[in-house]
């Protein structure tokens, strides 16, 4: 997180002279440097620049203690004017000191720090100012609008998460989140949207390592729809998300997860036949590059299950300056929306994302 923040303030700074100076993040301590600090290299000149990364640098991790790390990779950063570079260091085989611990947080250090971090962040625009605590939202799902042709139509979808509380206690882990996923016929001559699932979530998040994360939660899933055709299906479950680091910034994740059906589930009585008890994630990507993800659901016992593939590649690489991410997306199987559950279909579609 702290990556983010430094980040524009490295590109929002006014041009000086191209002196070139790390800026490393911060880790957490020095287990957590073992499985590599990024550090950035901002040029503020109006000139590219090709800095050499020094061999090792020096950091103080939030814990407090001093540590050494060693660069892993190339020496030679090409740097463009305005921009910055980003190298991976990781941790020596000696830390350099243990500093002493930090003084505990007073009752009034941590309010006031409580209160900062609640601060609404504003923007005026042609409809007026909007504030909101914009630090407390965060992409959940992928946000994407695709095509595809003859009856696989458009797919659109926005997804996002919210932490009601940011705080040192137990309600620092809750979280609530919405995904809406709209099915729009484009192929027919009046362009009908003809179903939408509706996707509300509560759950509570808790870091496991450095690389990994569990959470348990409830998931309610609706077509919308009145007492006449109405699917609503309700979940409790859990899941781990686990991410290896595979060097030169490429990663792979894997996000196994289960769950149990409670209370109706309107007239798709039979929905956990299609949808089963689980299902696994699996991505490989690159930070800032391409990336690729797959979930598999089904249930074991009727053979029956769906497969859905994204594909991504921020558009930004290409030097066009789009905060955008060319998309496709793939699903064979049951239950792509609510309303078709029981019925197996394959699609292909292609277009934009603005997160993934």
Request: glycine letters at 12%.
């Amino acid at each position: 997180m702290r990556s983010f923040l430094i980040l524009p303030a490295i590109l929002a700074a006014a041009p000086a002279a191209a002196q070139i100076v790390p800026v490393p993040q911060q880790p957490a301590s020095a287990e957590a440097a073992r499985g590599g600090v990024d550090v950035f290299f901002p040029n503020e000149g109006p000139a590219p620049a090709d800095p050499r990364a020094p061999d090792t640098i020096e950091v103080t991790a939030a814990d407090g203690s001093r540590l050494r790390l060693n660069r892993d990779g190339p020496a030679l950063l090409p740097v463009p004017a305005g921009g910055f570079a980003r190298a991976r260091y990781r941790l020596a085989d000696v830390a350099v000191a243990e500093a002493a611990p930090p003084p505990p947080a007073t009752p009034i250090a941590e309010a006031a720090e409580a209160i900062e971090a609640s601060r609404e962040q504003e923007v005026l625009g042609s409809a007026g100012t909007a504030s909101a605590i914009a630090s407390r939202f965060t992409p959940y799902r992928p946000t994407y609008g695709v095509f595809g042709l003859n009856d696989a139509g458009a797919k659109l979808q926005f997804s996002f998460a919210f932490q009601p509380f940011e705080t040192n206690g137990a309600l620092n882990g809750l979280r609530f989140a919405y995904t809406q996923t709209m099915f729009w016929r484009i192929d027919l001559p009046s362009g009908p949207f003809v179903s939408t699932n509706y996707s509300p979530e509560v759950f509570y998040e808790v870091p496991l390592t450095q690389d990994a994360v569990a959470a348990v939660g409830y998931a309610h899933d609706s077509n919308g729809r009145g007492s006449v055709g109405s699917i609503d299906v309700n979940r409790i479950y859990a899941r781990v998300t686990r991410k290896f680091d595979l060097g030169d910034d490429w990663y792979a994740e894997v996000t196994p997860q289960i769950w149990f059906y409670v209370g109706g589930q309107g007239v798709a009585g039979d929905i956990e036949r299609y949808l089963g008890y689980g299902q696994v994630g699996a991505a490989i990507g690159r930070t800032d590059g391409l990336k690729l993800q797959l979930t598999a659901r089904g249930n074991p016992g009727t053979g029956r299950g769906a497969g859905e593939l994204f594909a991504s590649y921020p558009l930004a690489q290409l030097g066009w300056g789009l905060g955008l991410h060319a998309f496709g997306q793939v699903f064979t199987g049951y239950g792509e929306a609510l309303d078709d559950y029981n019925r197996r279909n394959t699609h292909a579609r292609f277009g934009i994302a603005l997160s993934r």
